[in-house]
């Protein structure tokens, strides 16, 4: 066995278990008086069947790199970081204040300072259940399940008795200043003459993007990526090396902290333009779903995010077009998604790899022994 096969393997074991988690999606579908084939059209059609419509899958994607990125980071170092709301939540604090404290700036001049305020509050935020786990022996999924609760009622306070706007009964801050709202790509296009409908898909893309490539730099490629691996693969063997595990879980769950912070910059200067009650609601946890479907690795989780943006944005078109296909069937369908995709992920691994093992033997005895190894 080596990196290649296995790498298709895994591959190929998320699709079956995708094509099995749709079957089922398809009978009920098919319960609820509905052609499944015509449901399936129109929300591959309403994900991918326009631009508008690629756009908002994107959009979703875009804050599903960040969440996976996330739990992948964690991940690394045997700690599974459920907090990823939480701690966007928190990073919208952050992102408000800078948008409240330079509201003359222009966007791109307070972008880079609206990421690095609310990674900052999300890695605070993640700082506590990390100390906890690595001080005192306490579990990160407890922990920042607990954290969750504990943001939400700490944003809604503030939301509701420091944001709000005067006079008014919603609870959701005023809205930022115009020139802080992040360039949309429906208004790049247009520049160049190409006209769609608007849509909140924004330069935090291209941010998410950047944060794939710089994931992988660090935790492939240095030395305390590799401290990082170590500590993931055998925190003993890891300790006896001279490697500081304490030290080094603190820091991966802080880093993941920050990188589902960034969601908040993504709805709050590139979507909603203000700051809402529950703007990262379903995003962190979804994100956990679509590291596992990534294998925990950037190349994997950019698919696995518009996997499951296409599943948002063709949910919504699904249940605009068949209103017997309620929003709660379309959850279903995406919880189907993830528990055959990410839950049962390793189910049907081991005969995937089986299978793209024998393919290369095959072509490996046609060809007169042609190596596949990597």
Known sequence: ????????????????????????????????????????????????????????????????????????????????????????????????????????????????????????????????????????????????????????????????NHFREAGSMIPSSGPIAQNLELLKFDQILSAFGVDIPESPLNVMVIVALLACMAVTFLVWHTRWGYELRAVGANPAAASFAGINVNRIVIQAVCLSGGLAALIAVNEIMGAQHRLMLDFALGYGFTGIAVAMIG??????????????????????SLSFLFPSVSRDVVTVLQGLVILFAGGLTHVLRPFSIAIVESIFDKCRARKGGVSWNS
């Open 295 to 316: 294998a925990n690795h950037p190349a994997g989780i950019i698919p696995a995010a518009v996997l499951f943006g296409a599943l948002y944005q063709g949910g919504a």
């Open 1 to 160: 066995m080596n990196r290649t096969t296995t790498a298709l393997g895994s591959v190929l074991a998320a699709l079956i278990n995708i094509i099995f988690a749709l079957a089922l999606g398809g009978i009920l579908v098919a319960a609820v008086g509905e052609d499944p084939l015509a449901a399936f059209s129109v929300a591959i059609s309403g994900a991918f069947g326009s631009l508008d419509g690629f756009a908002y899958t994107l959009h979703y994607a875009t804050n599903f790199i960040f969440s996976g990125l996330a739990v992948a980071v964690a991940a690394q170092a045997m700690q599974f970081n459920i907090g990823g709301e939480g701690q966007a939540y928190i990073g919208g604090l952050g992102t408000m204040i800078v948008c409240g404290l330079l509201p003359w700036f222009p966007w791109w001049a307070a972008l880079p300072l609206a990421i690095i305020a609310s990674m900052a509050f999300g890695a605070i935020w993640a700082f506590i259940p990390a100390y906890m786990v690595a001080r005192r022996g306490s579990h990160l999924v407890i922990t920042t399940i607990m954290f969750n609760f504990l943001a939400s009622l700490l944003m809604i306070y503030l939301i509701v």
